[in-house]
């Protein structure tokens, strides 16, 4: 038959106590050694794990059977127990290594020992809680002051071990050996309740903070809801590995005049006391710029040191967004950068330790206006980079050699004349774009893409955007359009096009191009280059000067007449040139669109300062309905529409108007039906007087027109299927 143990005395644990703290107060209850108190629990007097004859640390770490002894003798719930160990908050506030019971000094600032208010050892008799222990501990919000952390009497940390067990426990007096000298010098034992405690400001920034952190280790396995980390928010694991990175970074770099608004003077004394002390020869805060981070990796051993690093770090990862984190981070990574130590993005994510993905964007962002322009498109600033460059070539088959020219008109600035600031701006942006989170070097982005522009024209191109308030998120948007690419991708594939037609010499063939120009226009161009080169550039979004040599513009001059054939195109012969384009692609097996250009959210350009218009900022009816016949001035139809006159030229070209004489407007309109009416009347066997009385013209005009177009007419009477006139 078995007999359950129990103790004489039961005393209950105390709400958020620890488990030794707990037993300590049984055995001092009791008047017994304490290893009498673990001999009646069932527990054991030595780890057997360590070569040291030392008791295990429950604590820290207590095993099921262990929980269960206590339990059966006690009379208190295993999982009470559990909770007061810090089993719970492995993996969340700690990182426990289970073999040894020990916490991990260098993960989440682990730590030994245990600060202690003495106001509460005081009220409770001795009784200690359990989160003193942890190095997100600083300061008790009930009695408004800092955690003390050492025996004023020894200067030793409490609780770096356990009691001894052949004595028995005093509760509210130091168990340490005492600073004497000697192989077994007795206890401490100065009452911890007398140590002198610095006070903070009751409801104040480091109280604030400590009930901050109080809340989220109340609930460890509950995500923490800070705006920096999205709607989702983050294991508190994670945050409290960013509050540890950045509260490195503050003691190690911070000034005292940057942290005059964080804690009062008596605290920062203490902090620059605990700073010196530590403070190697070779600190970054000597004259030397050398890097030896003495505060990166461990906690803090000063309760003052502790409140400042954890109130900053706080303060920062509790901002609104990824650009306000930036923007209160900035003096700390220029603090870093004041130490003469060389801080590129790639260098700034790896201050303090391995950090999130919202504080390393924050981190890269902070560092923004000390960026050259590439690098700023590299490590994506602008948008608040979540990633590190990488590998983004395959973007350059989503890219055309050109950028889009709706986009092209957004992003470029102009001169006074209306000219683009920069020669071939549509190649360099085009460039730019590949750029955007990508590791490649200019000179690759450039083969990549097809275009022959310089490295040096593209880094000149982007210096000069950053420096014009005109263009303050023009690198914003290349960014966009980059990830929408990479999110997205495009139903072009560019490369494929650039090896395929660039080739070529001949599009269209010259005798259908010149037929139509004779009976649309007066004065016909002499030949079919700019047709051919129309069709070569919209296929592969290439500029016609890297076609083939027989049809690419050698002169200035004829670019110039292929940019002025591009707005002056009547919409009969864009409409041709569009169907042998569509043609050229069915004959390659080629299902894509002629034209595509990627389309972003207006939420996402709402309030950005571009320097060219929107494209639909000037509807087509409006356009259509401006534009007069017969030869006119861009600047003046411009001035009309109240906009600039490379928006004009772009709606132009790619929404055509009738700007063609009357006589010749009539020929305009006929061959743009032509081929519906060739349907109605081949395929639906309607008579010509059918489909004039639906279009509204005349007889003889349909009759002509299928003439010229090679349809051979019907002779006059009933066919069977032809639909009766009414």
Known sequence: MTVQRSLPIRLPPLPGEALDSWL???????NCPFTDVLSALGLPTRDPVLTASVLPRWTTLARQDELAAIAETTGVAEDTLVAMTLQPLDGHAVAIH???????PRILWGRSGSRFCPVCLAETGGRWQLTWRLGWSFACTRHHLLLADRCPACRRIPRLRSHPRSQTPRPGRCSSPAATSGPRPPRCHHPLTDTPV??????????????????ALATPDRSVNWPLYGPGGAPLQIVLRDVKSLGALVLNHATPSDLHDVAPPDIQDRLERYRAHLRPATSQRTSEPRHNDAHSYLAPGDAAATAVAITVATHILRAADIRTAARSLQWLTDRVAATGRPLPPAAVVTLGGAVSPPLEAALRSSREANLMPVARLRHRTAVNSTRPPANQDARACMLPAALWPEWTLRLSPLHTSGRPTARRMDELLSTACLLVGNTTSIRAATRLTGTTVSAH???????????RPECVDVLR???????????????????????????????????????????????PAPDDSHAQRWIFHTLTGSPPTLAHPDIAPATSAQRQHYQRFQWRILPAEAELLHQTARALLDQHGIDEPVHWAPDLPARALRHLVLPGPAPDSVSIADLHRTAPAGDFSIAQLARTLNTTTAHVIYLLSRHPVDWSPPRFRRTQLTATRIRQWRTWYERDRMSLQDIADREGTSLATVRLALLKNDVPLRPPGFYPGRPHRR
């Not at 300590?24 to 009791?30: D, W």
């Open 198 to 215: 610095t006070t903070i400001t009751a409801d104040g920034t480091l109280e604030a903070t400590q009930h901050l952190i109080d809340t």
């Open 24 to 30: 300590e107060a049984i055995a001092a209850r009791l």
């Open 477 to 523: 948007v290349l960014i966009l359009l980059a990830d929408h690419l990479d999110t997205h991708g495009s139903p072009i594939d560019y490369a494929r096009r650039r090896a395929l037609f660039t080739p070529l010499s001949r599009f269209i063939d010259p005798a259908l191009w010149t037929r139509l120009q004779r009976r649309l226009r007066s004065n």
């Open 98 to 104: 289970p073999e040894h019971r020990r916490v991990q």
């Open 457 to 467: 024209n593209v880094s000149t191109l982007l210096a000069d955007l950053t420096r």
